[in-house]
């Protein structure tokens, strides 16, 4: 069971968009429809933004949506703001009732 | 709207166990709802699932860890607990318990730093 891969970092100007990749294998992201992805601000603890690979829970913005293709999941920041500058994880179903996180991502707002 | 508290010593020396404890508000961790679970985050590092739990005591763990892991729950007091044997300096970091429901982690606690030292 091996951490999902995520770029390290990203970076993005006010207004613009971003998308955060987030891949693994036929044993997780490209089995299961269970992708979620949380954010992370420094010394919080991580908050749900997406579930089951498109779902947003209720008081997320709507400026943040998820996909998925194949072994890769995505997901797109559209609108940045400066509250958006966090670190962001993926976390996949790998199986048997297993879970997988990737390794983090540093989204900086320029 | 489920709260959870973790709680325990922030200090453990090598080779001897971590014990935490997860106490649930608003919500009964009897419910069919949810399992419940450990995730750990080293210093400057990413999330690691630990494993879950179930209220009848159906468990997953993580297979790095399983050999070291348990987690049990105290139905009475609300409660679920981790135990990690025969630690090293690896596994100083975060610890956060988390409900999932379903597919996702949607409650966490707030996170408690235990660093293993002599």
Redesign the interface.
């Given at each position: 069971?091996s951490?999902l891969t995520q770029p390290a970092s990203v970076s993005g100007s006010p207004g613009q968009s971003i998308t955060i990749s987030c891949i693994g294998t036929s044993s997780d992201v490209g089995s299961y429809n269970?992708v979620?992805w949380?954010q992370q601000h420094p010394g919080k603890?991580?908050?749900?933004m997406i579930?089951?690979g498109t779902k947003r829970?209720s008081g997320v913005s709507n400026r943040f949506s998820g996909s998925k293709s194949g072994n890769t999941a995505s997901l797109t920041i559209s609108g940045l703001q400066a509250e958006d500058e966090a670190d962001y994880?993926c976390?996949s179903?790998a199986g048997?009732?297993?879970?997988?996180?990737?390794?983090?991502t540093k989204l900086t707002v320029l | 709207q489920l709260q959870l508290q973790e709680s325990g010593p922030g200090l453990v020396k090598p080779s001897e166990t971590l014990s935490l404890t997860c106490t649930v508000s608003g919500g009964s961790i009897s419910s069919a709802r949810y399992y419940w679970g450990f995730?750990r985050q080293p210093p400057g590092?990413?999330?690691?699932?630990i494993g879950?739990m179930y209220y009848s005591g159906y468990t997953?763990?993580?297979?790095?860890l399983k050999s070291r892991v348990t987690i049990s729950v105290e139905t009475s007091k609300n409660q679920f607990s981790l135990k990690l044997s025969s630690v090293t300096a690896a596994d100083t970091a975060v610890y956060?318990c988390a409900s999932?429901r379903?597919?996702?982690?949607?409650y966490?606690?707030?996170?408690i730093l235990v660093t293993v030292s002599s």
């Open positions: 069971q951490a269970l979620s949380y603890a991580p908050k749900l579930y089951e829970p994880y976390c179903s048997s009732g297993t879970w997988v996180f990737g390794g983090g | 995730i590092k990413g999330l690691e699932w879950n997953h763990y993580n297979p790095s956060y999932l379903d597919n996702f982690f949607d966490w606690g707030q996170g």
